[in-house]
């Protein structure tokens, strides 16, 4: 009896002194965006974002049971606000191009044209933005959403036609092709603004409904529009802010610290990864559509200064609208175009003039 007691007291005590095995909380996230992979923003979201969350959950009590809906599965181009706030997902790329009213701050670069061509410099200012202007944030919170920041956008965009541009005259009587609020950028120009997107150009160019369009390069040489525009005018409208990575936000502030903090570390090498990515797509871009036979020139500075001034005062036509509905219209100009001069940004015309 003795000896039984004795073996029985040692293993006790050895089973004291094992480490305790850890089962981590398994979380289920969905991701959502409304475009498919091929598209960078969404290929870095699925490549980078979600890998470097895991990483920084490893050690820790949790870990996350991913499920990714992409390209409609869950919700179509312009869709994942509702996906989120819905609670159809707890995280995702939201296009604030797709949401004029209910986002309707975060479309300033759009509004002021000719600005700055550098990618990260206009994300990077937009993404501070968010934490100078309250409102901001706000149009965010009213659908329960939380934003985290990795802005992504679209590089400096351009001219394609079917006939040279060498001057703003040359515009005189041209339908041109843009999206949404781009079209403002034709405005008093002699070209008449046609809507559209980039499923209707290629067709819309061929059959003469339009004579060109206004788009960026990677776009362009993907759609291989240069088959039917080969007249590329690099006039610099400008880079374009184009949405971010949000959580929903009741969930977020459930979720425990250490999910927080992966996410955020997330965001930060989603935001690296994907300005690094589209550097190297502009290039591949450009080089496309050169073997393509395109002919590809720069618009004279003095001309693009001409099409600037030329245009109505989109932005505080845009700022006094949003600010007649209660909202920091004025204050988001004023601080995008001080950010852009602080940078050394040569802007042609200064759309927070009055």
């Known amino acids: 009896m003795k000896r ?3 073996r029985a007291a040692i293993a006790a005590l050895a089973f004291s002194v094992m480490p305790a095995m850890s089962h981590a909380e398994e979380i289920s996230v969905t991701t959502v965006a409304g475009h498919p992979p091929v598209f960078l923003w969404v290929k870095t979201l699925s490549e980078t974002f979600i890998p470097s969350v895991n990483a920084a959950l490893e050690g820790t009590d949790y870990k996350i049971n991913w499920n990714e809906a992409y390209g409609g599965t869950l919700a179509k181009p312009g869709g994942a606000l509702e996906a989120i706030e819905f609670g159809l997902a707890q995280v995702g790329i939201v296009s604030t191009l797709f949401e004029p009213s209910n986002l309707s701050l975060q479309n300033v670069t ?3 044209p000719f600005g700055s061509e550098d990618v990260d410099l206009v994300l990077k200012t937009v993404d501070q933005m968010h934490d100078e ?3 901001m944030r706000s149009l965010w919170q009213d659908h329960d959403l939380e934003y985290l920041g990795g802005a992504f956008g679209l590089e400096d965009y351009l001219l394609m036609t079917k006939f040279p541009v060498n001057s703003l005259k040359d515009l005189e009587g ?6 949404g609020a781009a079209v403002n950028w034709l405005e008093n120009t002699g070209a008449v603004g046609v809507a559209g997107d980039l499923t209707t ?3 819309d160019i061929q059959t003469g ?3 060109g369009v206004v788009v960026f390069p990677t776009a362009a040489a993907a759609a291989k529009l240069y088959e039917v525009a080969p007249y590329v005018t690099r006039a610099h409208f400008g880079a374009q802010y184009a949405g971010g990575i ?3 936000k009741t969930w977020f502030e459930d ?3 250490e999910i927080q903090d992966a996410f955020r570390k997330g965001v930060k090498d989603f935001a690296v990864a994907y300005r690094s990515g589209l550097e190297e797509r502009v290039k591949n871009a450009f080089s496309s559509m050169e073997k393509g036979g395109a002919t590809i020139t720069e618009l004279p500075a003095a001309e693009r200064t001409a099409w600037a001034n030329a245009l109505p005062p989109i932005a505080l036509n845009w700022a006094k609208e949003q600010d007649d509905h209660g909202l920091p219209g004025t204050e988001v100009i004023d601080t995008y175009i001080r950010h852009l001069k602080d940078a050394g940004v040569n802007l042609p015309r200064d759309w927070s003039a009055k």
Request: no cysteine; hydrophobic share 40%; glycine share 8%.
């Open 4 to 6: 039984m007691s004795m």
């Open 110 to 112: 759009y509004v002021t």
């Open 133 to 135: 202007i309250p409102g």
């Open 174 to 179: 041209k339908k041109i092709n843009a999206p």
């Open 201 to 203: 150009y290629y067709n």
């Open 209 to 211: 409904v339009a004579d």
């Open 246 to 248: 949000a959580v929903g």
């Open 255 to 257: 979720q425990p610290a």
